[in-house]
Structures are given as structure tokens and as C-alpha cells.
């Protein structure tokens, strides 16, 4: 059986010690009601911004450089936005189209790529917190669908915008259309990807930015920041070469490079990424997103320590820290300072090792530089590598929530991630795929989930691996554990629809449900959309069940995901908003094009290509 040669490959060392943090002196202090009470100011040195400064929740002032907690009417980054959000009336609309073309962003030679209005990363998203995101994609490939997941957005009462090909949507075949249309009941930095196998790691990826407050002043907004892997075969080639190396119990082919805002330099030419004309004395933003397909990413800033403000669209209480590590994902923002000697200072990005990833070219790296400095490369040293996988400890949002566990030790629910062996080839090969309880995900482009929801059909075939909730308002408790005993102990950067989860716990072996629940956290857990479950150990999470769907939740790495890493939450199936509209003309079109699809769909459909033998 050719599992048992996994371990030797795929094994990976983790370190134990967490990140090192410290809090800044000027950091919030924490009052009557569980919320942040006095904001002092950060910083003296900058505009003539008048300030007054949010102290509770809601309280109306208006957003500048000294008071970024505020924001405007009545809301702050003290409002519990899972409660309340502005509605702007306003919608801000963007076209994307989808075509196939080539790409060389690191000068390394050119590639076939899948990308939104020629460029990559597409373009950023653009609005303001409470504002009306309305986006029409055309898929102008010849031979695949498409369809885009907007990474972290809630949709609340709009699954049918989620963008999933096989659960919430028919993909959309070469020629369709559709408008996306959502609310945007958060703020802060994520992404947006294609979620149809395997196109977004060849370039279908983009930022999107929902201006809202922060909790941390600064002067200016660099913007979005994406990091990602960057491989010179397609991904529909790597996926089969992952999944080819998952049979022969070896680890996915290694990225050639990282890319950083979009390039790198490689022996043949490329360039680095520049920033320039930072001015002496200021605070930027920076929003750093990790679209990686499988590596995750440590980022600093030559002598610059980052203060970080969020954790995926959830502000934080600020830290500092010299580096900071990005899953599959995620999306910290960060507040550097520019008060060292003028000059020019690397940005790094490296692939950790201790993570599992790696890639064949090194370190990516990109240019920092303040006005007046020489031209020229900078000669500025890095920071130490903590050299482990560790996600920071001290992620606490800003706005207090706390976690109801009356119904833990009842509803608590379990799942097992683990590879197994699905069946055996033709040639009787073990075929070896990624499962939740021992099911791979599959899903039917031509018959999603909500097709089954608008037909009153529970005829759910078994490979959805579909949870169904019954009730709503109530807490969904899960404790998703990778077995101690493992062949492939390596971390899963666990992503979910539809939802923030809050983190309540995560260590190395079998989770004690006997200690349980006191030795959880339930006092404003962080709380996010992406969360690192340990390699062999287990993650603890809880979010309450108020949207209405069928939410996907999946390891972010796309060879996993492809290969069935998934499970499906259908919530109050009957309180859900059908999709309407379009619905059954993209259906058909679909329905259509696959009939005569030149390329077959050979993997769970969600991500990447799974060759079956
Ligand atoms: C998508 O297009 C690429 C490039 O033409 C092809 O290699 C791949 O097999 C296609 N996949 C699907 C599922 O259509
Ligand atoms: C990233 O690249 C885009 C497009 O080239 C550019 O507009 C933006 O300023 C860059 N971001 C930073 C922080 O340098
Ligand atoms: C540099 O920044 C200053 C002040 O923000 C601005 O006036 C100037 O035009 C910028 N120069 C370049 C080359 O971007
Ligand atoms: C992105 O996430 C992947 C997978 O978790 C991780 O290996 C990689 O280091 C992350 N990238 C960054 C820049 O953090
Ligand atoms: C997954 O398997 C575990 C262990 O067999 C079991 O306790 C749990 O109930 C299963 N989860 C679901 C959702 O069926």
C-alpha cells in the first residue's frame, strides 16, 4: 500500500514557540460593556486634522489621520458590525472579464494565464463601508467556466452571490454573464478569486477594499499588497501533479517564486515592486493579502516593525510585531512608521519552511524607499525568522464578543481531516484523496445545491458533504482535528463561507473534550474567516447561525480543496433567499456547454484538477 512511504516525505518540523509580540504603549484600555473606552491619540506629529476621538460604540465623529476609529453617522470601529452597518444607498460597479492570455511577471518567460481585464492581480474593489458592491463578470474563455467567490464577505441573505460553481451557482459558460450584487456589511481588506478548479492560480485573483475606520491612526493608505506563489507550469498542470504526488505519498511540487504586488525578479529580468517617495515621520497602511495556492508567507519590513490592526476583515487590538506570517488566505493590515534614516529598505516575503512550503527561487523582495533617498538597491538587513508556522496569539478583536457555550458539550460537532483512500484505479492503485470524515467533496457544476434547495429536493448525493442546521440563531460548535496519528501532519489554513468564526482554541494531538469547555476561550476569541488548523492537532471554532445558505468551509490550499478538503453548512434552508433572476438561464447554458466541454471536470470541482487514474 503505497500510503505508508508518506510519512518519511511528507513530515514537517514545527517549532513551538509563538510569535513575539509586544503591545504599543499607546494601546486602547478596556471598559464598562466590554468595549474599547479610550483611544489615545497616536500620534502628534502629523496633519492639522481636527480630531475628536470614538470612545463608545456608535459615537458620531468623523474619520481623519488622529481619528481613525471614527467613522461617520453614528458608526465607529466600535460597532459591532455583526449587529449593525451603515446603508449608503450608494452602489459602486465594476465589469470584469475573464480572458486567457499570457503573463511574465517575473521576467522568468511567458505562460499561459486565466485573468480578469488582462491584468494581475485584476483590479482592486473599491467602496466604503455600508456601500452596495454590484460587479458583472463575463467569461470570455473559450473552454472553461468560471464563476468568483468574493473571499470573506458575509452575504448575509445572499448566498446566491457567494460564487461557488456546484453549491451556490451553475458556472458561467465561455460567453455568459452575470451581475454579482452584495452588501458590504464590513470593512477593511480581502480578495476576490475564481472559484471554479483550478483558475485562480493562474492569475483570476484581485483585492478588494471596503474604506471604513481602523483601529490605529495612520496618515496615509498604501492600499492592497497581494503575496502570493507563483508556479511557471499552469495550475491545471500542477494540480495534477499534486495530486499524482498525493498517490505516490510526496509533497505538491514546490512554487518557483513568490510574487509580491504582482512581480519579482528572476535570473532572466523581472523587477521589483517599489514604493517610493515615503515621506520621513509619517504612518502608512499597508494591506497585506496572502492568494497564494499552497505557500504560506512571512512578510517584514527592513527595520520597520508593523503594527497590525486586523485579522481578515475583523479590526483588532493593535500589536506590534517585526514579522508577520500569512496562510492561504488571510489578510493582515499594517501600520509601519516611517522614522529611520532616509533611504531605500527590502520588503521580504519568504515561503516558511515550517509551514510545509517552500520554493525553488528564495525569498521574493521589493523596495521601500523614503523621498530623497539615493537610487539604488538597498543594502538593509532582515529581520530574525522565528522559524515556525504559528499564527500570532494575540489577535483580540476590538469590538468585545463573547462566545455562548451552554450548548458547547451538546452540539459540539466533529470533524476528522485526514487523506484516505477513496477507491482504487483501473490498474488497482490506491487512489489516495484529501476527506472530512473519510468523504472528498464533489460537487455538480450542472446542479448546485441551491438547485436542490429551489426544487425542495434532500435528495443530497453523499460526496456534498452537506451539515445540515435546522435550526437558526442558535451557536454551531466544531472541533475539526487532523488524527494524531496522520500520515500527512501538515497545517490546513481552514477557510468558511458565509461567516467570521471565532478561534476558540487550537493545539497539537486529540482535542480533550473532558477539559472541555472550560479549556477553551470564549471571551472575545479572535475572530476571522481563515484560521490555521495545526498539522496533527485541532482547531476548536464557533459562529452563530444567522445567514440562511449553504456555506462551504475548506482547506485554502488548492491542491487540498481540490482534492475533496470540504464540507458544506446548509443553514435554515427555509428561510433562505432563492436565486432568482438568471438563475436557469446560466443553468442551461451550462448545462449546454459541458455536454460538449472539451476539458472534463476530474476534481472536486472547487479548485484544482484531480486525475482520477
Ligand atoms: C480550463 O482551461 C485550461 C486551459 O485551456 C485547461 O487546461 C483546463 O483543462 C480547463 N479546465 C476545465 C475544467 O475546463
Ligand atoms: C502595487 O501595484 C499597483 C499597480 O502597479 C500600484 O498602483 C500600487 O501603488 C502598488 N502598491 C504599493 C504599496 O506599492
Ligand atoms: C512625493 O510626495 C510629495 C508629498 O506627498 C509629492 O508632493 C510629490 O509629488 C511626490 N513625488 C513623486 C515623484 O511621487
Ligand atoms: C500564504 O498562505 C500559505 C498557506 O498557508 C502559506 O504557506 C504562505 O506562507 C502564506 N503567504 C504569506 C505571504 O504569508
Ligand atoms: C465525523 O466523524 C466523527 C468520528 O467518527 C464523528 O464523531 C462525527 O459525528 C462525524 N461528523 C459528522 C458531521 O458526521
Not at 79 to 90: H, I, L, Q, V, Y
Not at 309 to 333: C, H, M, N, W
Not at 604 to 612: A, H, P, Q, T, Y
Request: with cysteine; proline share 7%; aromatic share 10%.
Amino acid at each position: 500500500m503505497r500510503l505508508s512511504t508518506i510519512a518519511g516525505t511528507w513530515l514537517v518540523a514545527f517549532a513551538s514557540q509563538s510569535v513575539a509580540v509586544q503591545l504599543p504603549e499607546d494601546h486602547i484600555a478596556w471598559g464598562v460593556g466590554g468595549k474599547p473606552v479610550t483611544l489615545q491619540r497616536r500620534q502628534a506629529t502629523s496633519t492639522s486634522a481636527t480630531a475628536t476621538t470614538t470612545k463608545v460604540a456608535d459615537s458620531a465623529c468623523t474619520n481623519g489621520p488622529l481619528t481613525r476609529t471614527c467613522w461617520s453617522n453614528g458608526y465607529s470601529a466600535a460597532t459591532d458590525f455583526d449587529a449593525k452597518w451603515p446603508t449608503t444607498g450608494k452602489t459602486v460597479s465594476y465589469s470584469l472579464t475573464l480572458t486567457s492570455g499570457t503573463c511574465n511577471p517575473d521576467g522568468a518567460g511567458s505562460r499561459p494565464c486565466q485573468l480578469f481585464n488582462g491584468q494581475f492581480p485584476g483590479p482592486t474593489i473599491r467602496a466604503n463601508w455600508g456601500d452596495t458592491i454590484s460587479v458583472t463578470l463575463k467569461n470570455s474563455l473559450t473552454t472553461n467556466g468560471t464563476g468568483i467567490h468574493w473571499h470573506g464577505i458575509r452575504q448575509l441573505n445572499s448566498v446566491s452571490q457567494d460564487g461557488v460553481p456546484g453549491i451556490t451557482e451553475c458556472p458561467l459558460a465561455p460567453g455568459d454573464t452575470k451581475t454579482y450584487t452584495f452588501q458590504a456589511t464590513q470593512f477593511g481588506t480581502t480578495w476576490y478569486h475564481s472559484h471554479f478548479s483550478a483558475q485562480y492560480g493562474d492569475g483570476a485573483t484581485g483585492a478588494i477594499i471596503i474604506d471604513g475606520p481602523a483601529s490605529s491612526n495612520y496618515d496615509f493608505d498604501l492600499g492592497a499588497y497581494p503575496v502570493t506563489d507563483w508556479y511557471y507550469p499552469t495550475s491545471w498542470q500542477l494540480g495534477i501533479q499534486a495530486h499524482n504526488n498525493l498517490q505516490r505519498g510526496s509533497a505538491p511540487p514546490p512554487a518557483d517564486t513568490i510574487l509580491i504586488n504582482g512581480t519579482n525578479v528572476s535570473p532572466s529580468g523581472g523587477a521589483y515592486a517599489k514604493t517610493q517617495n515615503l515621506t520621513k515621520n509619517k504612518k502608512y497602511r499597508l494591506r497585506l493579502i496572502n492568494m497564494s495556492a499552497d505557500n504560506a508567507i512571512r512578510v517584514s519590513l527592513d527595520n520597520h516593525p508593523f503594527t497590525v490592526i486586523t485579522s481578515d476583515l475583523v479590526p483588532i487590538k493593535p500589536f506590534t510585531t517585526e514579522t508577520i506570517l500569512l496562510a492561504v488566505g488571510q489578510r493582515y493590515d499594517v501600520i509601519f512608521q516611517t522614522n529611520k534614516a532616509v533611504g531605500n529598505y527590502w520588503l521580504r516575503a519568504s515561503a516558511v519552511a515550517a509551514c510545509a512550503s517552500g520554493n525553488k527561487n528564495g525569498n521574493a523582495q521589493a523596495i521601500f524607499s523614503y523621498a530623497g533617498a539615493e537610487s539604488g538597491n538597498p543594502t538593509s538587513t532582515a529581520y530574525a525568522d522565528p522559524g515556525n508556522c504559528n499564527e500570532p496569539t494575540v489577535l483580540t478583536p476590538w469590538v468585545k464578543n463573547t462566545v455562548d457555550q451552554t450548548a458547547f458539550m451538546n452540539q459540539v460537532g466533529n470533524l476528522n481531516i485526514d487523506i484516505s483512500v477513496a477507491g482504487t484505479t483501473t490498474n488497482g492503485q490506491n487512489i489516495v484523496v484529501w476527506s472530512v470524515n473519510l468523504t472528498a467533496i464533489d460537487v455538480t457544476w450542472e446542479k448546485p445545491t441551491l438547485q436542490y434547495i429551489k426544487d425542495k429536493n434532500t435528495n443530497y448525493p453523499t460526496a456534498f458533504n452537506l451539515i445540515e442546521f435546522p435550526v437558526v440563531n442558535t451557536w454551531s460548535y466544531w472541533i475539526i482535528q487532523e488524527p494524531a496519528n496522520t500520515r500527512v501532519p501538515i497545517p490546513h489554513p481552514i477557510h468558511l463561507h458565509g461567516h467570521d468564526f471565532y478561534v476558540l482554541g487550537r493545539g497539537s494531538g486529540v482535542f480533550d473534550k473532558s477539559t472541555s469547555p472550560s479549556s477553551l476561550t470564549w471571551e472575545n476569541p479572535t475572530r476571522r474567516d481563515t484560521a490555521i488548523l495545526p498539522g496533527g492537532g485541532w482547531l476548536a471554532i464557533a459562529f452563530p447561525m444567522d445567514n440562511p445558505g449553504a456555506w462551504l468551509m475548506h482547506c485554502h490550499i488548492a491542491w487540498h480543496v481540490s482534492d475533496g478538503l470540504a464540507v458544506q453548512f446548509l443553514e435554515s434552508k427555509d428561510k433562505m433567499n432563492l436565486p432568482g433572476g438568471d438563475w436557469d438561464s446560466t443553468c442551461q447554458k451550462w448545462a449546454t456547454f459541458q455536454a460538449t466541454m472539451p476539458y472534463p471536470k476530474t476534481d472536486s470541482g472547487l479548485k484544482f484538477l484531480l486525475e482520477r487514474d
